[in-house]
């Protein structure tokens, strides 16, 4: 049996992360509904470049609540990056929506751009593309594939926090972009994630999503119905 193993991630804490959240303790800011995490999304949104961040729990909470706020019809069809954590599949999946990966380019594990309009049909909505370990996928021509095509982009930025294309940085191609904060990732917060967009409509209703649609007063519920 091993001893030991080569560990996944090995996260860098400082003792200005020890003291920063041993002041969100001493403050009781343990919940999402902080100022610590209202600040927190308000400088994430402003550092990626995007007029809203809504913090969620994890980055496969992020994919779902997504892909929920576009309000698709069930069966409808999202292309996904074939190579990629399961968690992007199963945002399509617990959505009651179809699956359809698109192979992988064999330099890059990214999604192989010359494969997606072979797959797009009339059930096709949404692209999910996925920036492996950081790579970023060619979003120039998924986007006029998706403009040419009516289809909607959540760009699944889980590893990628950071990265540009031509000093744009990714997340802000699409209409919804998705990042994880899970400790190996590029910025951690334990647990966490995080979703971007410049649509104020996907804003407030994530908003409302991700807590239960608890409104205000507290207990008053407000749910939004759109036609798809």
């Known amino acids: 049996m091993y001893k030991s193993f080569i560990p996944v991630h090995q996260p860098e804490i400082t003792k200005a992360d020890i003291k920063s959240v041993s002041q969100a303790i001493s403050n009781a800011e343990i919940s999402g509904q902080s100022n610590i995490v209202y600040q927190f999304e308000k400088d994430f949104a402003k550092w990626q470049g995007c007029k809203f961040a809504i913090s969620v729990t994890s980055g496969t909470a992020a994919l779902f609540l997504a892909v929920k706020v576009l309000n698709l ?133 994530l908003k409302l999503l991700k807590n239960l649609y608890f409104s205000k007063p507290r207990f008053s519920f407000v749910a939004f119905f759109r036609s798809a």
């Not at 929506?97 to 009339?122: A, F, G, Q, R, Y």
Request: glycine residues 6%; positive net charge; aromatic residues 6%.
């Open 73 to 205: 019809r069930k069966k409808d069809e999202i292309l996904i990056s074939s190579s990629t954590n399961i968690a992007t599949a199963l945002s399509v999946y617990h959505n009651n929506l179809t699956i359809i990966p698109v192979d992988s380019n064999p330099n890059t594990w990214n999604m192989n751009v010359k494969l997606i309009e072979k797959l797009i049909t009339k059930k096709t909505k949404v692209i999910i593309p996925v920036h492996f370990l950081g790579n970023p996928v060619e979003m120039n021509i998924i986007k006029k594939i998706s403009k040419k095509h009516n289809l909607k982009i959540i760009e699944d930025c889980a590893e990628s926090h950071g990265a540009t294309i031509k000093n744009k940085k990714l997340g802000t191609f699409g209409d919804l972009a998705c990042y994880s904060f899970y400790s190996n990732k590029v910025i951690t917060t334990g647990e966490g994630g995080m979703i971007t967009t410049n649509n104020k409509q996907y804003y407030e209703e």
